[in-house]
């Protein structure tokens, strides 16, 4: 079914000679241009993002869409086009691509666009892109895919058309194109498009493998070695065993963590897509397809409560508390002021805690109060770079996804020097109510350079955040930051010292 733009209507491009117009092309006229939706004109999948966003506003709603299901693709699509609430204005495009239409449609050239996406979310993708004269696309009844789509495109344009798609379903209408144009395509997808003999055109795709260990946030696993913490003082820094425990949990930790974060990145994608910043990453710019950060977020979490289950009960207990909170804050509380940043510290305290199962040593409830304190004004730095970001921008009000106004910086700031300080003395009086009264370190007392180690790093945080200078998140930040690593190394070295002594030291 085909529709027409409401702001331009649909017409036929004149034939014209123009070497210069298509590259390789010597002669004849210019052929319509027809152009995929998904994965090629949007660096996403329409048919996910409206499955997302439906499920976003209602989990309940999965069952209603299972029932959708045996009534065929075509009705499953309209049905979700009719549900899901999608902001067509930001959804990712291909900016290179754009650019080469552009260029075509100055030339006089008819632009098509030929999806396998509803009708109705085609119409609001010819409404943002007026490049279009007209589109053909799923109609509620036929699923304009593959070879239904070759055929059509076909009987359409008699006197032949280019092509632009990036999946293996799309080599049918590739055979019946005069040109073919890969967008981001698969290798073996390309290499099957070549082996037709027509003239080729490609837009190269940036490494995916990249884009997904972005989306993992791999660089985050730095926290998760507060699992360790545990360890060195409970005076195991000298088992092996005691290590591979530890490196266990840390592992399952690690993966569950980093699947819970594209789980965040998926459910915020609306929020991701409008923000200043956080527009960049990898789900909400397209740069990581949403079926690749499914399919991650799923083995990622598979292996990681397997892994936990594997290092006992008690780290399952406790990694199955942290996902369960991660969960409720990227749902929900997440859009709670104050309470966010509690909820953040709290989870960073949940990786000691998993340490503690995973080794067995007793509970230090100083350790877990300092822990609680310290990371909670990490989290509040970071909800005050973004109130600093959008006092810059003019924003008046409530951030996107959060439950924070710009004239909350203040206070946020107050909150967040205050926990940082409080976490400094906490330290310091469990060294002097704890680490020196059993006899599990070597030399405790190395570990007051850490009190002084925390002033000099908190003072910086907090000091780059007045000047605008941090990072959205600091943890990511800190481990960029070479003041921030070095001061890292002087709490390891004091660590080490702690756990197995210098020939001197001792209590």
């Known amino acids: 079914m085909s529709l027409a733009s409401p702001s331009l209507p649909s017409r036929v491009a004149p034939g014209r000679d123009d070497a210069a117009a298509i590259p390789g092309r010597d002669e004849g006229p210019l052929v319509p241009l027809v152009v995929d939706l998904d994965g090629t004109l949007l660096r996403t999948d329409l048919l996910l993002e409206g499955v997302v966003a439906i499920l976003r506003r209602n989990v309940l709603m999965l069952f209603a869409m299972l029932a959708w299901l045996p009534r065929g693709r075509a009705h499953f699509k309209r049905r979700v086009a009719e549900h899901a609430a999608l902001d067509f204005a930001t959804l990712p495009a291909n900016e290179e691509l754009l650019a080469y239409i552009e260029l075509q449609k100055t030339l006089g050239r008819e632009i098509v666009l030929a999806t396998a996406a509803d009708e109705l979310m085609a119409r609001r993708i010819v409404e943002r892109f007026p490049l279009f004269d007209r589109a053909v696309s799923s109609d509620g009844l036929v699923n304009l895919k593959g070879e239904v789509k070759a055929r059509r495109l076909a009987a359409l344009f008699p006197r032949g058309f280019d092509y632009a798609g990036n999946a293996a379903v799309d080599l049918p209408i590739w055979a019946r194109a005069e040109r073919v144009i890969l967008v981001e395509t698969p290798a073996s997808v390309a290499r099957a498009a070549r082996a037709g003999g027509r003239p080729i055109e490609e837009f190269a795709a940036a490494p995916r493998l990249r884009a997904l260990a972005k989306g993992l946030r791999l660089h985050q696993w730095a926290k998760n070695g507060l699992v360790f913490v545990p360890l060195v003082l409970g005076g195991l820094a000298g088992s092996a065993g005691a290590w591979a425990e530890a490196g266990l949990a840390f592992l399952a930790l690690g993966l569950v963590a980093s699947a819970s974060y594209l789980l965040n990145d998926l459910w915020d994608l609306p929020h991701d897509r409008a923000h200043w910043s956080k527009r960049h990453r990898p789900l909400a710019s397209g740069r990581l397809p949403l079926a690749t950060g499914l399919a ?156 002084l180690v925390l002033v000099l790093f908190m003072g910086r945080i907090w000091l780059l955040a007045g000047r605008d200078e941090l990072n959205d998140d600091p943890v990511a930040f800190a481990v960029r930051d070479r003041p921030s690593l070095s001061l890292a190394a002087v709490a390891g070295l004091a660590f080490a010292v702690a756990a197995f002594g210098l020939p001197g030291w001792g209590y």
């Open 296 to 451: 991650a977020t799923v083995g990622g979490l598979t292996s990681g409560l397997a892994l936990a289950a594997l290092a006992g009960p008690a780290v399952l207990a406790a990694v199955l508390a942290y996902l369960a909170v991660t969960l409720a804050y990227s749902f929900s509380l997440k859009r709670v002021p104050m309470l966010d940043a509690l909820i953040l510290g709290g989870l960073f305290t949940l990786r000691l805690v998993i340490g503690v199962a995973a080794v067995g040593v007793a509970w230090s409830p100083w350790l877990l109060t300092f822990s609680m304190f310290l990371f909670t004004s990490l989290s509040f730095a970071k909800r005050h770079t973004e109130l600093r970001g959008a006092v810059r921008r003019g924003r008046t009000g409530q951030l996107s996804g959060r439950g924070y106004r710009p004239a909350d910086e203040p206070v946020v700031l107050a909150f967040g020097i205050a926990a940082g300080l409080a976490s400094i003395v906490i330290f310091i009086l469990y060294l002097a109510n704890e680490a020196f009264r059993h006899a599990v370190l070597s030399a405790p007392l190395a570990l007051w350079a850490f009190p």
